[in-house]
């Protein structure tokens, strides 16, 4: 069990999660001490289907490029979902700026390989992000500045 406590309902927190599995408050900042707020108080309940359509957005990018994630972040209302959505984008977006870098490396031998190797990198960071959502945290892929 963790020793740092959601400082909005007082539920235990996992080392390194950006929001509250139990009530879905982004964690700023945790406390050491529960604040005796009864867990899921403050009305801001995070519920599984959050986790799983921020999951799926992952997955939408994977499939559809930028167009799911896009989607997903202009129509929801759950930031946990929409933080998901945006680091989706933000990482198919520059997914395809490494693509096209690729396609002009491949004049000097160099793009031949990072062709094959990206979109496997695409697969396998678009399967962490989902499996993290699922878990209630906002992963951020690596290599991936905040554009959106």
Not at 18 to 30: F, K
Not at 106 to 132: H, Q, T
Request: charged share 15%.
């Amino acid at each position: 069990m963790s020793d740092q406590y959601c400082p909005e309902c007082g539920a235990s927190v996992d080392t390194g999660n950006r929001y509250c599995s139990s009530c879905g408050e982004r964690i700023t900042e945790v406390t050491q001490t529960p604040t005796g707020k009864p867990a899921n108080a403050g009305g801001g309940t995070k519920t599984d289907g959050d986790t799983t359509f921020a999951a799926i957005t992952h997955i939408l990018a994977l499939l559809t490029w930028v167009i799911g994630p896009l989607i997903v972040y202009l129509v929801t209302e759950d930031q946990f979902v929409k933080e998901n959505a945006r680091n989706a984008l933000n990482w198919q977006i520059m997914f395809t700026i490494y693509m096209v870098v690729s396609a002009v490396l491949i004049l000097v031998l160099i793009g031949f390989a990072l062709i094959f190797i990206l979109p496997l990198l695409d697969m396998v960071f678009c399967i962490i992000a989902a499996i993290k959502a699922s878990e209630g945290e906002a992963w951020t892929y690596p290599a991936t500045p905040d554009i959106i």
